[in-house]
C-alpha cells in the first residue's frame, strides 16, 4: 500500500459533473400531478409520442379531459372557444390558461378554474370533465378549434392522442373515437406504457 | 481553487494542535461519484419518461347508402371477441360454419399469439398470395375494457397481421358466445 494513493486534481471533473447535472435538472420539467391520474396500459411499442403538435385526450373514470400543447395554440384555442360560447377571457387569464395542465370543465365554469391556484386545481373531484353529450358537445368543439388553432400558428395538423385508463371500459373509448371520426380524424394514437418484460 | 484551508488562521485555540497540515485538499471522489450518479438519473428521467404511443388508424366513417360492403373471403378471416374479465373468444371463418373455434383464448405469448402466427401463415398458404395475408376482425364488446383493446392491437403489431379492423357490431349469436359458458 503507498501512503499518498494518487491523488488526482478531482477538482475539473467535479466542476465539468456539476455542470451537467445543473443542465439535466434545469432541463427536466417537473411533473406536475394531473387531475385525472390515469393507468395505461401497457403495449410494446416503441414508438414515443411528439412534443408538439398535440392535443391529447384523458379518459378515466367516465370523465374526459383535454390537453393542449404549445401556448400559443392554447391561447387561440381558448380564444375561438370563447367565441363560440360567448364567454370572454382577459388577457391574464388567456396567459394563466396557456400554462395550465389538462382541463377538465365545461367552458362556463372555465374562469373559475383558471383563478384557482395551481396546486388546488388537480385536487381529485373537482373537474367534472369536458361535456360530450351529444347535446353538449364541447369536447368536439375544443377539437375543432384546436385544429383550427394549430394550423394558424404552426401550419401543421394537429396530432391526437388518446391517453385511456387501462380499466376504462370500452364504450367510453368508443365515444371519443366517434367523436373524432365524426372530424373524419381517423388516425391517433393511443398512449400506452412500457411493457417492461415479455409477457 | 477548491481547497480547504484547515490548517492556517486558528489563533484562538492556540493549545490544540488540530490541523495536519498535508491534508489541505478535500478528497473530491465522492463528491464526483455523487455527481455523476445524479447526472444518470436525470439523463435516463428526462427521456424515458416520454410516453408510448400506438398510432391507430381507422376507416372512414360515412354512411353511405350506395357504398356496398366489401366482401372478403371468409376463409382470411378471424374474429376476436372481447368480453368481460379479460374473457376472449375466437373463430375463423363464418359464426355458422366456422374452419376454427369458437373457442376461448388467453391474452399473451401462449394464448392468442401463437394461434395468430399460425392463422397468418396458413392464410397465406391457402391464398397463395402474399399480399392476401389473414384479416382480423376485432369486435370488442360493451363491457370489454381499454386494456383489453390495447392488449389485442398490440399483440396484431407483434405478429404483423397484414389487415385487422375494429368492428363494433354484434350478432346475437356472437353475443351468446361470451356470454355463455
Not at chain 1, 384523458?58 to 384555442?77: C, I, N, P, S
Not at chain 2, 360515412?62 to 379479460?86: A, C, F, H, S, W
Amino acid at each position: 500500500m503507498k501512503k499518498k494513493a494518487g491523488s488526482t486534481d478531482m477538482t475539473a471533473m467535479c466542476d465539468v459533473a456539476f455542470l451537467l447535472l445543473s443542465f439535466f435538472v434545469m432541463t427536466a420539467t417537473a411533473k406536475i400531478p394531473e387531475a385525472l391520474p390515469v393507468d395505461t396500459p401497457a403495449s410494446q411499442v416503441q414508438s414515443k409520442l411528439p412534443d408538439d403538435n398535440l392535443a391529447t385526450i384523458t379518459v378515466g373514470k367516465g370523465k374526459v379531459f383535454f390537453d393542449l400543447k404549445g401556448r400559443e395554440v392554447r391561447k387561440k384555442a381558448l380564444e375561438l372557444m370563447g367565441q363560440k360560447y360567448g364567454v370572454e377571457f382577459t388577457e391574464e387569464e388567456s396567459a394563466k390558461f396557456a400554462l395550465m395542465e389538462g382541463i377538465g370543465v365545461p367552458i362556463t365554469s372555465l374562469k373559475q378554474l383558471i383563478a384557482m391556484k395551481t396546486g388546488d386545481r388537480s385536487k381529485p373531484g373537482l373537474q367534472p370533465g369536458v361535456p360530450k353529450d351529444s347535446l353538449n358537445n364541447q369536447l368536439h368543439e375544443w377539437i375543432y378549434n384546436s385544429r383550427i388553432a394549430n394550423i394558424d400558428v404552426n401550419d401543421k395538423e394537429l396530432q391526437i392522442a388518446i391517453k385511456g385508463d387501462a380499466k376504462e371500459e370500452y364504450p367510453a373509448i368508443k365515444r371519443v373515437m366517434d367523436i373524432l371520426q365524426d372530424q373524419k380524424i381517423n388516425n391517433f394514437n393511443l398512449v400506452t406504457g412500457l411493457r417492461a418484460t415479455e409477457k | 481553487m477548491a481547497e480547504l484551508n484547515t490548517g492556517d488562521g486558528d489563533g484562538k485555540k492556540g493549545g490544540k494542535v488540530r490541523s495536519k497540515k498535508a491534508n489541505s485538499k478535500v478528497d473530491l471522489t465522492a463528491m464526483v461519484d455523487l455527481a455523476f450518479l445524479l447526472i444518470t438519473f436525470f439523463m435516463l428521467t428526462t427521456t424515458l419518461s416520454k410516453p408510448q404511443s400506438m398510432p391507430l388508424g381507422l376507416p372512414d366513417k360515412e354512411d353511405d347508402p350506395t357504398d356496398k360492403p366489401i366482401k372478403v373471403d371468409e376463409n382470411r378471416t378471424l374474429t376476436v371477441l372481447l368480453g368481460d374479465n379479460d374473457k376472449m373468444v375466437y373463430y375463423m371463418g363464418l359464426l355458422a360454419t366456422p374452419i376454427a373455434g369458437p373457442k376461448d383464448i388467453s391474452y399473451g405469448k401462449e394464448g392468442i399469439r401463437k394461434e395468430l402466427l399460425k392463422r397468418k401463415q396458413s392464410v397465406v398458404e391457402y391464398t397463395g398470395n402474399k399480399d392476401k395475408g389473414l384479416i382480423v376482425i376485432i369486435k370488442p364488446s360493451k363491457k370489454s375494457n381499454y386494456r383489453n383493446l390495447v392488449d389485442i392491437l398490440d399483440e396484431m403489431a407483434i405478429v404483423g397481421v397484414p389487415s385487422n379492423a375494429i368492428v363494433n357490431d354484434f350478432s346475437p349469436e356472437e353475443l351468446k358466445l361470451l356470454e355463455g359458458k
